[in-house]
């Protein structure tokens, strides 16, 4: 069975910077692994995939040159520096086992996390 699990998240202020974790349990090698968004009132939006053996990585340009995206064995990792307070949402972590694009649509993906809130003060 395939589980995805985001690590908490957390409050800081805007400039700070705050590491998620998403442990992925059930599957070796998905072909493509996401991080979403979703702020109340909108869309979840994808923000940065990896896919792993390439490897690859995609950015939203909101958040291009601040998030980093890595993978370490199970682990999906999202580095985020230099916050904003348009960064405060809920992130969820995603993957897909089989060949899908363009790698921040949301449709592309198949397991999810259940979600974990960042919240930026200004």
């Known amino acids: 069975q395939i589980k995805l699990r985001e690590s908490e998240g957390g409050s800081v202020e805007a400039g700070g910077s705050l590491r998620l974790s998403c442990t992925v349990q059930?599957?070796?090698?998905?072909?493509?692994l996401a991080w979403f968004r979703q702020i109340p009132g909108h869309g979840r939006e994808g923000i940065a995939a990896?896919?792993?053996?390439?490897?690859s990585t995609y950015y939203a340009d909101s958040v291009k040159d601040r998030f980093t995206i890595s993978k370490d064995n199970t682990k999906l990792i999202l580095q985020m520096n230099n916050l904003k307070p348009e960064d405060t949402g809920t992130y969820f972590c995603?993957?897909?086992?089989?060949?899908?694009?363009?790698?921040?649509?949301?449709?592309?993906?198949?397991?999810w996390g259940q979600g974990t809130q960042v919240t930026v003060s200004s």
């Open positions: 995603a993957i897909r086992t089989e060949r899908c694009a363009p790698p921040l649509r949301k449709g592309c993906y198949t397991y």
């Open positions: 990896i896919y792993p053996v390439v490897p």
């Open positions: 059930g599957v070796s090698n998905p072909y493509v």
